[in-house]
């Protein structure tokens, strides 16, 4: 596989639900990011992470959990989500840069439905 | 700080008409310039970068050139196809992360 590969790519939980996202990359990157798009809105910025460790909380709420175990991988652990979190929520990964020229490579997204 | 603002969509053209997006910027130092494309259903991928003033970046059709003295970053194509309906987002490179506008739907008609 190449790339970055996000899983499951649709996804309906209630609101008493807990499930997790996950996004695997294969471009030997050493950062990765959770975005948030949801409709008629701009893309949300959630959280950064450089080399496994938490770089960035874009003041996002607690039912939202990330996870990063590794370069590679990235988690975003859900629970007692509200209907307005519904969205399309994608991972993208790149190298970890100090000038200002970061160019990320993204997932293809998970639909997430909370009913 | 740093800011992207992109024209608003949705911008809806007949194929084979010129395409314009106009997008700007606000920005310390000298970032890298982005747009992206996302197609129905699809996530986000690459279109076209430049990485410096005056640098062209190109990519199936589109251009856009780095402009630093008027802070733009403009896409343009020459002859659009029904295949280019998507929506395009300008992004700046900053410090580990990509700072986006909020993307412009194009729909293109037959």
């Known amino acids: 596989e190449t790339g970055v590969t996000q899983t499951p790519r649709h996804l309906v939980m209630g609101m008493t639900n807990k499930k997790s996202l996950k996004c695997e990359q294969h471009l030997g990157h050493n950062a990765m990011y959770w975005y948030k798009q949801s409709a008629k809105k701009p893309l949300e910025l959630m959280f950064v992470y450089n080399f496994k460790e938490q770089t960035e909380n874009n003041s996002v709420p607690s039912r939202f959990s990330p996870e990063c175990p590794n370069s590679s991988h990235l988690f975003l652990h859900l629970h007692t989500l509200q209907p307005e979190d519904s969205a399309l929520y994608l991972c993208?990964?790149?190298?970890?840069?100090?000038?200002?020229?970061?160019?990320?490579?993204f997932g293809q997204g998970t639909r997430l439905t909370v009913v | 700080g740093n800011s992207v603002t992109q024209m608003e969509g949705p911008v809806t053209l007949s194929e084979e008409a010129f395409l314009t997006i106009n997008c700007t910027y606000t920005a310390t130092g000298y970032p890298s310039l982005f747009w992206y494309v996302q197609y129905p259903g699809e996530g986000l991928q690459l279109l076209l970068k430049?990485?410096?003033?005056?640098d062209k970046g190109s990519n199936k059709g589109f251009e856009a050139t780095y402009r630093k003295e008027t802070t733009s970053f403009h896409l343009e194509k020459g002859s659009v196809q029904v295949s280019d309906s998507a929506v395009y987002f300008c992004?700046?490179?900053?410090?580990?992360?990509?700072?986006f506008g909020a993307g412009t739907r194009l729909a293109v008609h037959p």
């Open positions: 430049a990485t410096k003033a005056d």
């Open positions: 993208a990964s790149s190298q970890s840069r100090t000038e200002m020229n970061t160019e990320a490579f």
């Open positions: 992004a700046l490179g900053g410090y580990n992360k990509l700072i």
